[in-house]
């Protein structure tokens, strides 16, 4: 088996990632792992998902990965400036990406963000946007119901329809507001929702696709590039219950035959110090 790409994020939500992933790199072999136990990262101190990431970043290193992502808006925020430097591999996070797909979409530079705690407290964004383009006007809003509803399969319906609603009442008073960045990779899983609640005028970024974008360009210009004609194969970890993974899995990737996908329960090596 060729040298896999390594997704980590605290749950799901980099699922949606993985699949745009196996979407623009097919040959590409996947090793994913969701911190399901520990979800959502959002409220977590800094200093603890900076641990956690590390613990799923040794697991993937233990398994020779060639290209790491950063699938978690909270981790790559907090973790990844001190990955880019410890790491021998190519290190890629999302909001980075996410800021630069906002910028080429938006017509009046008024872009909003959603995500958790952590990803809006720190500022990672705003700073992002800034430094592409100094005259961006930006809103920040912490969504803190979403990636637990969305853990718990909570993703249509009416229930969701009523949280998202509520949650997302202040930024709908936001006037200019022409682009929203999903600043948490669990939120594409309910962008339907959310693009009926802030209605059709609003450009919704998920960064995804541009994250898969700029990973094809680094493996190309670093020879990386997996170019055997086999089966590829993707393999899912998560480290709690397995049901709810499993069914998001089977959801997003119904597309590609079951015999590329394997799902698995693992536990985390706690860091020594």
Request: glycine residues 8%.
């Amino acid at each position: 088996m060729k040298k896999a790409i390594g997704i980590i994020d605290s749950g799901v939500g980099g699922l949606t990632v993985a699949h745009e992933f196996m979407r623009q790199l097919p040959k590409e072999n996947l090793l994913y792992v969701g911190d399901t136990a520990r979800c959502p990262y959002g409220p977590r101190p800094r200093e603890e998902v900076i641990d956690y990431t590390w613990e799923m970043v040794e697991f993937l290193l233990d398994k020779d990965i060639k290209m790491l992502i950063i699938a978690c808006n909270t981790a790559t925020a907090f973790a990844l400036d001190q990955l880019k430097r410890e790491l021998s591999i190519p290190v890629i996070g999302v909001i980075q990406p996410g800021a630069r797909a906002a910028i080429k979409v938006t017509r009046n530079n008024h872009v909003g963000v959603i995500g958790t705690e952590g990803t809006i407290y720190s500022g990672a964004y705003e700073k992002e946007l800034q430094k592409i383009k100094s005259d961006i006007h930006y809103y920040g809003l912490p969504c803190p119901p979403f990636v637990p509803m969305v853990e718990k399969g909570i993703i249509s319906g009416n229930e969701a329809l009523k949280i998202v609603d509520t949650v997302l009442e202040p930024l709908k008073e936001q006037e200019d507001l022409d682009t929203l960045i999903l600043g948490c990779t669990h939120y594409p899983i309910i962008k339907p929702i959310i693009q009926e609640i802030m209605g059709n005028e609003i450009s919704i970024i998920s960064s995804g696709e541009e994250t898969a974008r700029e990973a094809s360009t680094i493996l190309d210009m670093q020879h990386l590039l997996n170019d055997d004609e086999g089966t590829p194969e993707h393999k899912f970890y998560a480290t709690g219950e397995r049901h709810v993974f499993a069914q998001m899995i089977h959801r997003l990737f119904c597309q590609f035959p079951d015999k590329q996908i394997q799902i698995m329960q693992t536990k985390l090596a706690k860091r020594m110090y």
